[in-house]
């Protein structure tokens, strides 16, 4: 079964899926867009076409482990899809996902607007490869 993780953020949300061995995670989207209504009726959309199993909402936990605003914030995304899509959703933390992201796009030369449009959907690549490492 296929899995799909969002990496929410401000202005852009990164998307990515599993193949259906739930091995693999690859990039799929980056939606942008900061209107929540608006972004839940995008990403809806993605779920009827990809039809995934699973939404993998990541958390931004404080490094410390504490919850802060923003996990609020992407707690009610998780609520808001689940009910909007009527799909289970789990969350993964995703603390450092994004510092790492960069890195990688560092390492394979990605700069300048490229990698600003690319940095949401690689997190959401770290975020759902994380949550299936942990559930293998």
Sequence with gaps: MK???????????????????????????VINESYLPKLI????????KEKPAKIIVGLPRNMDG???YRCDECKELGNLLKEKCSLP???????????MAHDVLSS???????????????SAVMILQ????KIK
């Design 66 to 68: 504490t919850y802060g």
């Design 41 to 48: 009726d995008k990403i809806a959309d993605i779920v009827t």
């Design 130 to 133: 994380s949550y299936i490492d």
């Design 89 to 99: 959703v789990e969350y993964q933390d995703e603390r450092l996902t994004t510092v």
């Design 3 to 29: 899995l799909m993780s969002v990496d929410y953020g401000d202005v852009r949300t990164g998307i990515a899926f599993s193949d259906i061995n739930q091995i693999l995670a690859s990039p799929y989207t």
């Design 108 to 122: 394979n030369n990605v700069r300048g607007k490229k990698r600003k449009d690319t940095v949401d959907a690689v």
